[in-house]
T-cell receptor, first 114, second 106 residues
Framework: NAGVTQTPKFRILKIGQSMTLQCAQD?????MYWYRQDPGMGLKLIYY???????DKGEVPNGYNVSRSTTEDFPLRLELAAPSQTSVYFC?????????????FGDGTRLSIL | GIQVEQSPPDLILQEGANSTLRCNFS?????LQWFHQNPWGQLINLFY?????KQNGRLSATTVATERYSLLYISSSQTTDSGVYFC????????WGAGTKLIIKP
């Protein structure tokens, strides 16, 4: 049982490049989330999904896009990478909305934009 | 929106000591969680505790919802307890505090 799996673990991008951060969970959870964590800070919600085909913005969605074609996968796309997007990105899942169930986290993707 | 303040920001203790971490909320929340981020960056959910008291081994947490604060107690600290402890609360989306960085010295 792998839980939440994120790939890649590390990545360096040039300004203006694009990339997709992958996230997959094998717990059949309906809810999935993308967070970013800047140095010395707590997590901030970028996007979340309540099920396949349904996504919604979080606190800091600008510069990102998501899709949810299956229950298992929730990729995060950066279209035009900017230095301000240098951060550690965490994907999480929960059976129900955060208010009811604890969240399970992936190990994170450390992204640097140069 | 909800503001989350954690104190102290940093805490250095000797192995075996006890500690209390505090989390204050600017408004009432119906969901409150405590997380531990280990030195390798991994996040572990410790408690889901919108009110009352829970215990899990050497860790326990108490939330007084009417006064908008929560406390995390760590007893008989071990070096593996080192890391950053976050609280997060919401009525809809989780809002995270800046964390308490805990260092346990052997």
């Amino acid at each position: 049982n792998a839980g939440v799996t994120q790939t890649p673990k590390f990545r360096i991008l040039k300004i203006g490049q694009s990339m997709t951060l992958q996230c997959a969970q094998d717990m059949n959870h309906n809810y999935m989330y993308w967070y970013r964590q800047d140095p010395g800070m707590g997590l901030k919600l970028i996007y979340y999904s309540v099920g396949a085909g349904i996504t919604d913005k979080g606190e800091v969605p600008n510069g990102y896009n998501v899709s949810r074609s299956t229950t298992e996968d929730f990729p995060l796309r950066l279209e035009l990478a900017a230095p301000s997007q240098t951060s550690v990105y965490f994907c999480a899942s929960s059976r129900d909305r955060v208010s009811n169930q604890p969240q399970h986290f992936g190990d994170g993707t450390r992204l640097s934009i140069l | 929106g909800i503001q989350v303040e954690q104190s102290p920001p940093d805490l250095i203790l000797q192995e075996g000591a006890n500690s209390t971490l505090r989390c204050n909320f600017s408004d009432s929340v119906n969901n409150l969680q405590w997380f531990h981020q280990n030195p390798w960056g991994q996040l572990i959910n410790l408690f889901y505790i919108p009110s009352g008291t829970k215990q899990n081994g050497r860790l326990s947490a108490t939330t007084v919802a009417t006064e908008r604060y929560s406390l995390l107690y760590i007893s008989s600290s071990q070096t593996t307890d080192s890391g950053v402890y976050f609280c997060a609360g919401s009525n809809y989306q989780l809002i995270w505090g800046a964390g308490t960085k805990l260092i346990i010295k052997p």
